[in-house]
T-cell receptor, first 114, second 116 residues
Framework: GENVEQHPSTLSVQEGDSAVIKCTYS??????FPWYKQELGKGPQLIID?????GEKKDQRIAVTLNKTAKHFSLHITETQPEDSAVYFC?????????????FGKGTKLSVKP | ETGVTQTPRHLVMGMTNKKSLKCEQH?????MYWYKQSAKKPLELMFV???????ENNSVPSRFSPECPNSSHLFLHLHTLQPEDSALYLC???????????????FGEGSWLTVV
């Protein structure tokens, strides 16, 4: 089945800097890769996603890149702000073996210091 | 407001108690999920329902019993739990699962469970 590895587990940046979180997946048939943001005391919220027919997708300060050959995808946050502080999860699905279920990474705790 | 509502938000129960968690989605979805979130395993899938039918039970102990009376409602019945079951229980929903095309799932805010 699918296995998703996420790095780093914690990331601390200064306000205004960029943050990058990386994930690798094992099932080459996976074709859907969402990113979720979870703030303290809340459920995970979808912030951006990408499908395997696209190499990059951008939404304001957030972008996701996908390298199907290497089986990795990354979240890029530019001009970070304190409100970006949260735990971020990557996920992968659509590989058939996981029956369409999203397989999540273990999360990255991002701290943006003012 | 996520469109997925969970109650109660916080629950403390003894090991001999019986309680239930409730989830309701207003997104018109036909798949619903229970996830367990703890420090050890951040997002652990427990159960999946598609069109009210259970399609996955991820080796969950029988002290957790799900119920899906219709596509909008999902329950998790709890009995004789252990302290290690203390965690955040997240409900989620999506369009019906397609094994070969991933679907976006939408989470509720979760129910914090403490077993004493």
């Amino acid at each position: 089945g699918e296995n998703v590895e996420q790095h780093p587990s914690t990331l601390s940046v200064q306000e205004g800097d960029s943050a990058v979180i990386k994930c690798t997946y094992s099932d080459s048939a996976s074709n859907y890769f969402p990113w979720y943001k979870q703030e303290l005391g809340k459920g995970p919220q979808l912030i951006i996603d990408i499908r395997s027919n696209v190499g990059e997708k951008k939404d304001q300060r957030i972008a996701v890149t996908l390298n199907k050959t290497a089986k990795h995808f990354s979240l890029h946050i530019t001009e970070t702000q304190p409100e970006d502080s949260a735990v971020y999860f990557c996920a992968a699905s659509g590989g058939g073996g996981s029956q369409g279920n999203l397989i999540f990474g273990k999360g990255t705790k991002l701290s943006v210091k003012p | 407001e996520t469109g997925v509502t969970q109650t109660p938000r916080h629950l403390v129960m003894g090991m001999t108690n019986k309680k239930s968690l409730k989830c309701e989605q207003h997104l018109g979805h036909n798949a619903m999920y229970w996830y367990k979130q703890s420090a050890k395993k951040p997002l652990e899938l427990m159960f999946v329902y598609n069109f009210k039918e259970q399609t996955e039970n991820n080796s969950v102990p029988s002290r957790f019993s799900p119920e899906c009376p219709n596509s909008s409602h999902l329950f998790l019945h709890l009995h004789t739990l252990q302290p290690e079951d203390s965690a955040l229980y997240l409900c989620a929903s999506s369009q019906p699962q397609d094994p070969h095309s991933g679907n976006t799932i939408y989470f509720g805010e979760g129910s914090w469970l403490t077993v004493v």
